[in-house]
C-alpha cells in the first residue's frame, strides 16, 4: 500500500505542473490494475506508466530506449515484473511499483513474458520455447510456448508445463490455475476467427494435474481472470461478434454472461484486483469496470517529452540500396534507398538525394540523354510517375547539382508505377493498376493499352517485366496465359496495332527477357534444361537462352572460331569505309519473321541459380550471376568456344547488373554494395555511396499505414473484405499514429488494422536483433526438471548433439557442475553462462554420482535453431519407433514438416525405400507450415497399379514405380497452416484415405508478404485465393477429420500420442 500510496503522490504532484501534457494519449496497452484497484501500470510509447484507476495524470516508470510492456504485480502490490527487449530479446524485469531501478531476472534468448505471481509472491510464471520435457510428444516448436516459473530475485527457472498455457492466472491457494491455450501460429490479433485454431480457457488442478477445458465456443476466448474470492472468471470472448468482457462461475462454466457491449472495436487486456474491479483496454484508451455497473473511461494525460526524436539522420549504404541505375555517360549512379532516390557519383564519393517525401519512390531510371529521372511515387493516395530535370544549364550532374525540378507526368485516379523511357527518350512505358501494361506518349500526353489482364496478374507491387527494345520499336515482357501459372516470354508492337507474340510457348518457366546485340538477340531464363526439384511444384534450376531476332545474327552465332575471324575481320574492313563524322539513328529493327522460333540456343553450359544476364558489345561473351554454393558469383561464358569461368567472386545474397551505354563497363549491385567493372580485364573497383538522409519517422509510418491500407484495398484476393467496412476502418486507426513511437507498437497497429480482414497469411511483424543481442547457445541435453541440487542433472543427452560425440562417455544421471569455470548454484539461471558462445571451445565440469568422480570435457554447444532441428529428428524418430512397435512392422510412417522438395525428397526416400514392402503408410502432417506441394503429394499417394514387371516366379517391380499405391492414412491438427491444410483438404476430398487428428483451420490461401521501405518491418494480406472444384473459396473453409482425436494435455505431456495410435489403430483395419 506504503507503495502505491507513493506512486499516487507523484501522480498529483505531477497534475500541479503539466507542460504541454498530451490531454488525450490514445492507444495505452497491456493495461493492468493494482491489486487494491486503485492504480493501473500500461504501456505507452514503449514505457510503463502509472495513473490513478480514477484517472488523472500518468507518471512513466521506466524510461529506456528498450521496449517495456506486459507489466503483472505482485500479489502485496509492492512489484511489477514487466517484459523487456533490452538484451535482444524480451526478459523479465522486476522493480518497485513506485518506480526505480528494473533488476533483470531472466537470462535466456528465448522470448519470455510475464503472467501470474504465486500466491506467496515469491515466483513469477511466465511463458516462452525455452525447451519441452523429454517426455512431451508433442510437435516441437518455437511457435507454442512452456509454462516456468523464477524466484522474484531470479534463480533458476523451472518448468510448470509443457504444454501452452499463456495468460495464466492463479486462485488464491494456488490450486487453481487458469489459462488459455495456443495449439497454432496465427496472427495474435486476429478477429472474428471461428476455427479450431481460436483460444479456449481451461483450468488446471495444480495438485492432481488434470486439465479441464472451460469454453465451448468455436472462436476465440482468451485472457481469464478471478475476481469475488475466485468464485467468479472473467475472461475475453467473441462470442458477440466482437471481443467483449464476458462472465462465468468458477464452478459452473457452461454459463457464460457478456458483460460489456461493445460493438466497433475488440476489448483487449482484461486484469481484475482483488475487489473485483476490472480492467480493460478499449479503443486506444483505459476503462473500469465494476461489479453489474457500465465500463467507466479512465481519463488520461500524460505529460513527458518524447524520448527520441522524429526526425533523425540515418546514414545512406548497405543493404537498403536497390533499384539501381547507370547514366548513359558511366558517370553517375541513380539508386533507391528506404523510399527516396539518389544519385551518387561513379568517381569519388558525393551523394545526392534527389526526392525528399515521407512516401515511397521506386523504379528510377536516366532519360537516354541523362537530364532527366524517371521514377514512380506513391503520393497522394496512390501511385503516381515523376520525373526530376536538372534546372541549371551549367551544372551536367545530378550528383553535382544544386537546383532540381520534379514534374509530375501520370497522375490520375489509377495506380502508375514501373516507368521505363523508351530508347529514343520520346515515350514512358509503364504499369497501370499493377496489371495493365500502358505507353505514354511525352509530346501528346496520350496514352495507349498495351497488355492487360489477359497476359499479366501481380502477386505484388513492382513485379511486371519488360522491356524496350533499342530501335523503341518492340516491347519484351514476361506474362502468363490466363489459366496457366508457368511463364512465358513474349513481345509486342510498341505502337500498340499488333498482338502480343508467345515466343517461347513452353510449359516451362521463362522469364525477364532482355534485348542483346542491338535488338538482334533476345535472351531469357529458362527452367527448361535445368535440374529440377523432385516435386514438380518445387523449384528448378535455369539457364540463359536466345532467341535470335533475324538469321543473320543466328548464323553468325553458330560460327566456328575461325570462320567468324574471317567474317569479323571482313566487316572491319568495310566499316573504316563508311563515313563516321555522321550520326547515325538506331536502325529500326527488321525481324525475320520466317523460322524465328526456331532461331532458339541455349548459352549456358551448366544449369544453376541464375540470377541477372548480359551479353557483350559483339555477341561473344555472356556474363551472368550464379549461385552454386554460398552465393551470387559473376561468371563468364564464351559463346564461341564454350569456355566458362568464374569472372568475380561476389557471395552475394542479392545481385543485379547493367551496362554503361556504351557496353564497356558493367555495373553490379551486391548486397548493397555498387561495383564498376571491366570486364575485359577483371579491373574493378567499388562506387563509393556515402550519404545521408533526414528522416522523419512519424511521418513515415504514417505512409506505410497508408500503403498497407491501400495495397490492401487494392489487391485482397477477393471483394467485401470477409464483411469489414475497409474505407471505415482507415481512420480509426490513423489517429492512433501519433502515439506510437516505435516498431513493435507500430507492427502491433498493423496486425490489428489487418486483422480486422479475418484472414489468413495476414499480419505484421518487426524484426529487431542487434549485433550485440543474447544468444544462448545449447548443449543438447534435457534435464531433469526436478532436480533442486547445483548444477544441471541430465535427464536425456539428444541423438548428434555436442555432448553426443566419441569419447566423452556422458551419460543421463551425471551432473554438469560449472560451464567456463563458473559454478550453477540454484540461484542462478544458467542461461546466462551459455550466452554466445555456439560454436565455441566450452568447459563443462562433469560430475557423477554413481561413481563419485568428477572430470572436465571441453564442447562446442549449437544454436537454438540446431537444437530444434535434432529435437524435431528426434520426434519423427519416436513416432516411427512406435507406429512399428503398434503395428508389427506392417505400417511405415513419415512425417512432412513442410511443402517443399526437401520434405518430398525425404517422403519418396523413406516411403519407396525402408517402407516399400510395408502393408500401408502413416501420413503424418501435423504442424505443417505450408509451401507449396498438394499436388505432388496427392499425386504421389493416390497410385494405381496398372502394371507388374514379372515372371513366373519373382516380380521385379510394377507400374507407376514412383507412386504409393498401398493404403494410407493422414495425421493433421490445427497447426496445419496454408498447403498444411490444402492438403488436408484435398487428402480427404480426393478419398485418397481417411484424415486422423483434429480439425484443421481454412488457411488454403496465398501469401503476399512485403518488406515496407524501413526493411524492419514486413507485412502481408493474401492477393490470391484457392477455390476447391466446387467453386467454394478454402479461406475459413475448415476441414473436419474423419477421425477427431485430441491428444489431451495430461497424457500427451507425458509421452501418449492418442492421435498417432488411432491412425495406427484406424489403418490396421484397412490392411488386414
Known amino acids: 500500500m506504503l507503495k502505491q500510496l507513493m506512486c499516487a503522490s507523484a501522480l498529483l504532484a505531477c497534475s500541479v505542473s503539466v507542460v504541454n501534457a498530451q490531454n488525450a494519449p490514445s492507444w495505452l496497452r497491456y493495461p493492468s490494475i493494482s491489486p487494491d484497484g486503485q492504480t493501473i501500470v500500461f504501456t505507452y510509447k514503449g514505457d510503463l506508466y502509472c495513473v490513478a484507476a480514477s484517472g488523472g495524470n500518468a507518471i512513466p516508470l521506466t524510461a529506456h530506449e528498450a521496449h517495456d510492456f506486459m507489466p503483472v504485480w505482485s500479489r502485496d502490490g509492492k512489484t511489477i515484473v514487466f517484459a523487456s527487449d533490452r538484451y535482444g530479446n524480451f526478459d523479465l524485469f522486476q522493480m518497485p511499483a513506485s518506480g526505480g531501478e528494473a533488476q533483470r531476472m531472466t537470462f535466456h534468448s528465448a522470448n519470455e513474458y510475464p503472467y501470474e505471481f504465486s500466491p506467496d509472491g515469491k515466483t513469477v510464471y511466465f511463458g516462452s520455447t525455452r525447451m519441452d520435457a523429454a517426455s512431451n510428444r508433442q510437435f516441437p516448436t518455437?511457435?507454442?510456448?512452456?509454462?516456468?516459473?523464477?524466484?522474484?530475485?531470479?534463480?533458476?527457472?523451472?518448468?510448470?508445463?509443457?504444454?501452452?498455457?499463456?495468460?495464466?492466472?492463479?486462485?488464491?491457494?494456488?490450486?487453481?490455475?487458469?489459462?488459455?491455450?495456443?495449439?497454432?501460429?496465427?496472427?495474435?490479433?486476429?478477429?472474428?476467427?471461428?476455427?479450431?485454431?481460436?483460444?479456449?480457457?481451461?483450468?488446471?488442478?495444480?495438485?492432481?494435474?488434470?486439465?479441464?477445458?472451460?469454453t465451448t465456443y468455436a472462436g476465440e476466448d482468451r485472457n481469464p481472470v478471478l475476481a469475488d474470492n475466485d468464485q467468479t472468471i472473467y475472461y475475453l470472448s467473441e462470442a458477440s461478434g466482437t471481443f467483449n468482457v464476458h462472465r462465468m462461475a468458477a464452478n459452473n462454466p457452461a454459463a457464460s454472461t457478456q458483460v460489456t457491449k461493445f460493438t466497433k472495436h475488440p476489448v483487449r487486456f482484461l486484469s481484475s484486483s482483488n475487489n473485483g474491479t476490472l480492467c480493460f483496454s478499449y479503443d486506444g484508451e483505459l476503462y473500469t469496470l465494476q461489479g453489474n455497473g457500465q465500463p467507466q473511461k479512465v481519463n488520461v494525460t500524460i505529460a513527458t517529452d518524447a524520448k527520441i526524436n522524429n526526425e533523425r539522420i540515418v546514414p545512406v549504404a548497405g543493404n537498403g540500396v536497390q533499384d539501381l541505375a547507370v547514366s548513359p555517360n558511366g558517370k553517375e549512379v541513380a539508386f533507391i534507398y528506404r523510399g527516396e532516390v539518389f544519385v551518387s557519383a561513379v568517381e569519388g564519393s558525393v551523394t545526392k538525394r534527389i526526392t525528399d517525401t515521407p512516401e515511397q519512390e521506386r523504379s528510377v531510371s536516366f532519360s537516354p540523354d541523362g537530364k532527366s529521372l524517371i521514377y514512380a511515387s506513391e503520393r497522394g493516395k496512390g501511385w503516381k510517375i515523376y520525373q526530376t530535370q536538372i534546372s541549371r544549364k551549367e551544372e551536367p550532374y545530378f550528383y553535382a547539382s544544386t537546383l532540381l525540378k520534379e514534374t509530375v507526368l501520370i497522375d490520375n485516379d489509377k495506380e502508375n508505377y514501373e516507368p521505363q523511357y523508351s530508347?529514343?527518350?520520346?515515350?514512358?512505358?509503364?504499369?497501370?493498376?499493377?496489371?495493365?501494361?500502358?505507353?505514354?506518349?511525352?509530346?501528346?500526353?496520350?496514352v495507349r493499352t498495351l497488355l492487360t489482364t489477359n497476359e499479366l496478374f501481380s502477386m505484388r507491387d513492382n513485379d511486371q517485366y519488360f522491356t524496350w527494345s533499342p530501335d523503341s520499336k518492340w516491347i519484351a515482357f514476361e506474362f502468363s496465359e490466363p489459366g496457366y501459372w508457368n511463364g512465358e516470354v513474349g513481345i509486342i508492337a510498341a505502337d500498340g496495332k499488333g498482338k502480343k507474340i508467345n515466343l517461347t510457348e513452353s510449359g516451362y518457366q521463362d522469364s525477364e527477357p532482355q534485348w542483346m546485340l542491338g535488338g538482334k538477340m533476345l535472351i531469357w531464363n529458362s527452367t527448361r534444361e535445368g535440374m529440377r526439384s523432385q516435386a514438380n511444384s518445387g523449384g528448378a534450376q535455369t539457364d540463359m537462352f536466345a532467341l535470335f531476332m533475324t538469321q543473320d545474327a543466328f548464323d553468325k552465332y553458330r560460327l566456328s572460331k575461325e570462320d567468324y575471324a574471317l567474317i569479323k575481320e571482313q566487316e572491319e574492313k568495310a566499316a573504316k569505309e563508311k563515313?563516321?563524322?555522321?550520326?547515325?539513328?538506331e536502325e529500326p529493327l527488321a525481324i525475320d519473321w520466317e523460322g524465328l522460333k526456331t532461331r532458339?540456343?541455349?548459352?549456358?553450359?551448366?544449369?544453376?541459380?541464375?540470377?541477372?544476364?548480359?551479353?557483350?558489345?559483339?555477341?561473344?561473351?555472356?556474363?551472368?550471376?550464379?549461385?552454386?554454393?554460398?552465393?551470387?558469383?559473376?561468371?563468364?561464358?564464351?559463346?564461341?568456344?564454350?569456355?566458362?569461368?568464374?569472372?568475380?567472386?561476389?557471395?552475394?545474397?542479392?545481385?543485379?547488373?547493367?551496362?554503361?551505354?556504351?557496353?564497356?563497363?558493367?555495373?553490379?549491385?551486391?548486397?548493397?554494395?555498387?561495383?564498376?567493372?571491366?570486364?575485359?580485364?577483371?579491373?574493378q573497383e567499388n562506387v563509393?555511396?556515402?550519404?545521408?538522409?533526414?528522416?522523419?519517422?512519424?511521418?513515415?509510418?504514417?505512409?506505410?499505414?497508408?500503403?498497407?491500407?491501400?495495397?490492401?484495398?487494392?489487391?485482397?484476393?477477393?471483394?467485401?473484405?470477409?464483411?469489414?467496412?475497409?474505407?471505415?476502418?482507415?481512420?480509426?486507426?490513423?489517429?492512433?499514429?501519433?502515439?506510437?513511437?516505435?516498431?513493435?507498437?507500430?507492427?502491433?497497429?498493423?496486425?490489428?488494422?489487418?486483422?480486422?480482414?479475418?484472414?489468413?497469411?495476414?499480419?505484421?511483424?518487426?524484426?529487431?536483433?542487434?549485433?550485440?543481442?543474447?544468444?544462448?547457445?545449447?548443449?543438447?541435453?534435457?534435464?531433469?526438471?526436478?532436480?533442486?541440487?547445483?548444477?544441471l542433472k541430465i535427464e536425456e543427452i539428444i541423438l548428434e548433439g555436442p555432448l553426443q560425440k566419441a569419447g566423452l562417455d556422458l551419460k543421463a544421471g551425471m551432473v554438469i557442475e560449472k560451464i567456463d569455470g563458473e559454478t550453477l548454484t540454484s540461484d542462478k539461471d544458467y542461461a546466462q553462462f551459455l550466452n554466445r558462445k555456439a560454436g565455441k571451445n566450452t568447459l563443462l565440469s562433469i560430475y557423477d554420482p554413481k561413481t563419485k568422480k568428477r572430470r572436465d570435457i571441453t564442447?562446442?554447444?549449437?544454436?537454438?535453431?540446431?537444437?530444434?532441428?535434432?529435437?524435431?529428428?528426434?520426434?519423427?524418430?519416436?513416432?516411427?519407433?512406435?507406429?512399428?512397435?503398434?503395428?508389427?512392422?506392417?505400417?511405415?510412417?513419415?512425417?512432412?514438416?513442410?511443402?517443399?522438395?526437401?520434405?518430398?525428397?525425404?517422403?519418396?526416400?523413406?516411403?519407396?525405400?525402408?517402407?516399400?514392402?510395408?502393408?500401408?503408410?502413416?501420413?503424418?502432417?501435423?504442424?505443417?507450415?505450408?509451401?507449396?506441394?498438394?499436388?505432388?503429394?496427392?499425386?504421389?499417394?493416390?497410385?494405381?497399379?496398372?502394371?507388374?514387371?514379372?515372371?513366373?516366379?519373382?516380380?521385379?517391380?510394377?507400374?507407376?514405380?514412383?507412386?504409393?499405391?498401398?493404403?494410407?492414412?493422414a495425421l493433421a491438427n490445427e497447426a496445419n497452416y496454408s498447403d498444411g491444410h490444402c492438403f488436408a483438404f484435398s487428402y480427404q476430398d480426393l478419398k485418397l484415405g481417411k484424415l486422423v487428428g483434429m480439425p484443421v483451420p481454412g488457411t488454403c490461401t496465398f501469401a503476399g508478404w512485403e518488406s515496407l521501405q524501413d526493411n524492419s518491418l514486413r507485412w502481408g494480406v493474401p492477393p490470391l485465393g484457392v477455390k476447391d472444384v466446387q467453386g467454394r473459396y478454402l479461406e475459413n473453409l475448415q476441414t473436419e477429420p474423419d477421425v477427431k482425436v485430441m491428444n489431451e494435455y495430461e497424457l500427451v505431456s507425458k509421452g501418449k500420442d492418442q492421435q498417432l495410435e488411432i491412425a495406427v489403430q484406424e489403418l490396421l483395419k484397412e490392411v488386414k
Open 688 to 791: 563509393s555511396i556515402s550519404g545521408d538522409m533526414n528522416l522523419n519517422v512519424a511521418a513515415e509510418r504514417a505512409f506505410m499505414l497508408e500503403h498497407v491500407w491501400r495495397r490492401t484495398q487494392k489487391t485482397f484476393y477477393t471483394a467485401g473484405f470477409h464483411g469489414a467496412n475497409w474505407e471505415a476502418l482507415k481512420p480509426d486507426y490513423e489517429k492512433y499514429l501519433p502515439h506510437i513511437s516505435n516498431n513493435y507498437e507500430f507492427s502491433e497497429l498493423l496486425s490489428e488494422l489487418l486483422g480486422e480482414l479475418n484472414v489468413s497469411h495476414s499480419g505484421a511483424s518487426f524484426s529487431n536483433v542487434p549485433a550485440n543481442a543474447d544468444a544462448t547457445a545449447s548443449l543438447g541435453i534435457f534435464y531433469d526438471q526436478n532436480f533442486t541440487g547445483d548444477g
Open 579 to 585: 563515313d563516321k563524322k555522321k550520326k547515325k539513328e
Open 423 to 446: 530508347p529514343d527518350g520520346k515515350e514512358v512505358a509503364f504499369v497501370e493498376d499493377r496489371m495493365t501494361l500502358k505507353v505514354y506518349n511525352l509530346d501528346s500526353k496520350k
Open 142 to 214: 518455437f511457435s507454442q510456448p512452456e509454462l516456468y516459473k523464477v524466484g522474484l530475485a531470479g534463480g533458476r527457472v523451472q518448468q510448470v508445463l509443457t504444454t501452452p498455457a499463456e495468460d495464466v492466472k492463479l486462485s488464491q491457494n494456488g490450486q487453481l490455475m487458469l489459462y488459455h491455450d495456443k495449439k497454432g501460429g496465427e496472427n495474435q490479433w486476429r478477429k472474428h476467427q471461428v476455427s479450431s485454431i481460436a483460444r479456449d480457457l481451461w483450468s488446471y488442478d495444480t495438485k492432481t494435474g488434470k486439465h479441464t477445458k472451460l
Open 859 to 969: 564442447v562446442k554447444p549449437i544454436s537454438a535453431g540446431e537444437e530444434s532441428a535434432l529435437l524435431y529428428k528426434r520426434w519423427v524418430r519416436r513416432n516411427a519407433e512406435e507406429v512399428d512397435r503398434l503395428s508389427n512392422g506392417q505400417l511405415g510412417y513419415v512425417h512432412i514438416p513442410g511443402m517443399n522438395d526437401p520434405s518430398y525428397r525425404t517422403v519418396y526416400e523413406e516411403v519407396m525405400g525402408r517402407y516399400a514392402n510395408r502393408k500401408g503408410m502413416v501420413v503424418d502432417t501435423r504442424n505443417n507450415g505450408g509451401g507449396d506441394l498438394v499436388a505432388d503429394l496427392a499425386m504421389f499417394l493416390s497410385g494405381r497399379m496398372f502394371l507388374s514387371y514379372t515372371t513366373d516366379n519373382r516380380s521385379v517391380g510394377l507400374e507407376p514405380s514412383f507412386r504409393w499405391t498401398k493404403p494410407s492414412i
Open 600 to 683: 532458339k540456343a541455349r548459352l549456358t553450359l551448366h544449369s544453376s541459380n541464375l540470377g541477372d544476364a548480359l551479353v557483350s558489345k559483339d555477341g561473344e561473351t555472356l556474363y551472368y550471376l550464379a549461385r552454386f554454393e554460398k552465393g551470387y558469383n559473376l561468371w563468364s561464358t564464351n559463346l564461341r568456344t564454350k569456355e566458362t569461368k568464374m569472372a568475380v567472386t561476389l557471395n552475394a545474397n542479392r545481385a543485379s547488373m547493367d551496362w554503361d551505354k556504351d557496353q564497356k563497363f558493367m555495373f553490379l549491385l551486391a548486397d548493397g554494395r555498387v561495383i564498376k567493372l571491366d570486364p575485359t580485364a577483371s579491373k
